[in-house]
């Protein structure tokens, strides 16, 4: 069984989010180039997010046609994959002029930290509810089978509506459900020993100095503690206003971050809270929006028992 081949054109009257599996750099550059290529054929807007290494290829392979395609450095959009979704957004709005529009992103390769592929599924999950009921346009996500644990394989083939090649599916797209449940999911559990305060609005600017107290212990320089409190401020403020006018602030430190967690009574139902464009908020919306902004990786879960967000800093 092969991976690479042309992807034909399939008529299209809403979104299409699709996984496409490959094995090494030389397959991917064959999943991913009659993908890229047929869309500049057709004038289409079309816009690669992947990792340098891989865009150079593309680039190389498409040649002077490489001039009609908008690159991204992945790693730098998606550190967070939080930020991802609005990205698209800006590119879906921009292309609005376009009667189709294209994309692929790569958000999972290996060597991500495990709670970074854990984000990523979650967005891939959103990013079907965010684009479905939207303008039409396909986006394809490049899966490296091999280097790739099963799981996440598996994970791709639960959060993409289309697989290729087909002799690839596994268990089937499991919609919009997987998103919200996802949503929902317990965080992994915190060490046994945490520092742990509760928090009321009078307690705010005091909130600042204890999480500057937190980076200072931890290490972090200056610059990457000011991001730190700064979103735990906001996050926090968000507790204020959603929670009953209360939360309690978390810390720990784990081999290679910083994890600040802010809790509170309030339930979230919107899953993409915090991930939609800052200009389409409302003020009290606007909390999540900068953390995603500002830290490594934040996390967010919410039930009718509460919600919680983890904010990272990397050490």
Same mark, same amino acid.
């Given at each position: 069984?092969?991976?690479?081949?042309?992807?034909?054109?399939?008529?299209?009257?809403?979104?299409?989010?699709?996984?496409?599996?490959?094995?090494?750099?030389?397959?991917?550059?064959?999943?991913?180039?009659?993908?890229?290529?047929?869309?500049?054929?057709?004038?289409?807007?079309?816009?690669?997010?992947?990792?340098?290494?891989?865009?150079?290829?593309?680039?190389?392979?498409?040649?002077?046609?490489?001039?009609?395609?908008?690159?991204?450095?992945?790693?730098?959009?998606?550190?967070?994959?939080?930020?991802?979704?609005?990205?698209?957004?800006?590119?879906?709005?921009?292309?609005?002029?376009?009667?189709?529009?294209?994309?692929?992103?790569?958000?999972?390769?290996?060597?991500?930290?495990?709670?970074?592929?854990?984000?990523?599924?979650?967005?891939?999950?959103?990013?079907?509810?965010?684009?479905?009921?939207?303008?039409?346009?396909?986006?394809?996500?490049?899966?490296?089978?091999?280097?790739?644990?099963?799981?996440?394989?598996?994970?791709?083939?639960?959060?993409?509506?289309?697989?290729?090649?087909?002799?690839?599916?596994?268990?089937?797209?499991?919609?919009?459900?997987?998103?919200?449940?996802?949503?929902?999911?317990?965080?992994?559990?915190?060490?046994?020993?945490?520092?742990?305060?509760?928090?009321?609005?009078?307690?705010?600017?005091?909130?600042?100095?204890?999480?500057? %107290?937190?980076?200072? =212990? !931890?290490?972090? $320089? @200056? /610059? #990457?503690?000011? +991001?730190?409190?700064?979103?735990?401020?906001?996050?926090?403020?968000?507790?204020?206003?959603?929670?009953?006018? %209360?939360?309690?602030? =978390? !810390?720990?430190? $784990? @081999? /290679? #971050?910083?994890? +600040?967690?802010?809790?509170?009574?309030?339930?979230?139902?919107?899953?993409?809270?915090?991930?939609?464009?800052?200009?389409?908020?409302?003020?009290?919306?606007?909390?999540?929006?900068?953390?995603?902004?500002?830290?490594?990786?934040?996390?967010?879960?919410?039930?009718?028992?509460?919600?919680?967000?983890?904010?990272?800093?990397?050490?």
């Amino acid at each position: 069984m092969t991976l690479a081949g042309r992807v034909p054109r399939i008529p299209t009257t809403n979104f299409r989010h699709e996984a496409g599996f490959y094995r090494g750099l030389d397959q991917m550059v064959g999943r991913v180039l009659p993908f890229v290529r047929e869309g500049v054929e057709l004038g289409e807007s079309v816009l690669v997010v992947m990792l340098p290494d891989r865009i150079r290829l593309i680039e190389e392979a498409l040649g002077a046609d490489a001039a009609q395609v908008r690159f991204l450095d992945m790693g730098r959009v998606g550190q967070n994959p939080a930020r991802i979704i609005p990205e698209w957004r800006r590119f879906i709005d921009h292309a609005a002029g376009k009667s189709f529009a294209r994309g692929v992103a790569e958000p999972v390769w290996a060597g991500r930290r495990d709670v970074e592929i854990e984000e990523c599924r979650l967005h891939e999950s959103l990013v079907n509810v965010a684009f479905d009921d939207g303008p039409t346009w396909r986006l394809m996500c490049p899966y490296d089978v091999d280097a790739l644990p099963d799981h996440v394989v598996q994970d791709a083939m639960r959060t993409h509506p289309m697989v290729l090649p087909e002799e690839e599916r596994g268990r089937g797209y499991e919609g919009h459900a997987h998103a919200f449940a996802a949503f929902a999911e317990p965080l992994a559990d915190s060490p046994t020993s945490v520092f742990e305060i509760a928090f009321r609005v009078a307690d705010l600017t005091d909130l600042r100095g204890t999480v500057w %107290r937190l980076c200072e =212990r !931890a290490g972090l $320089e @200056p /610059d #990457a503690a000011d +991001v730190m409190i700064l979103a735990a401020h906001e996050v926090a403020s968000n507790s204020i206003d959603r929670g009953g006018g %209360r939360g309690v602030l =978390r !810390a720990w430190t $784990e @081999p /290679d #971050a910083l994890v +600040v967690e802010v809790r509170d009574s309030s339930t979230i139902d919107d899953p993409l809270a915090g991930r939609r464009l800052a200009s389409g908020l409302a003020e009290s919306g606007r909390g999540l929006w900068i953390a995603n902004q500002l830290c490594d990786l934040v996390q967010v879960r919410s039930t009718s028992g509460g919600t919680v967000v983890r904010l990272f800093s990397w050490l």
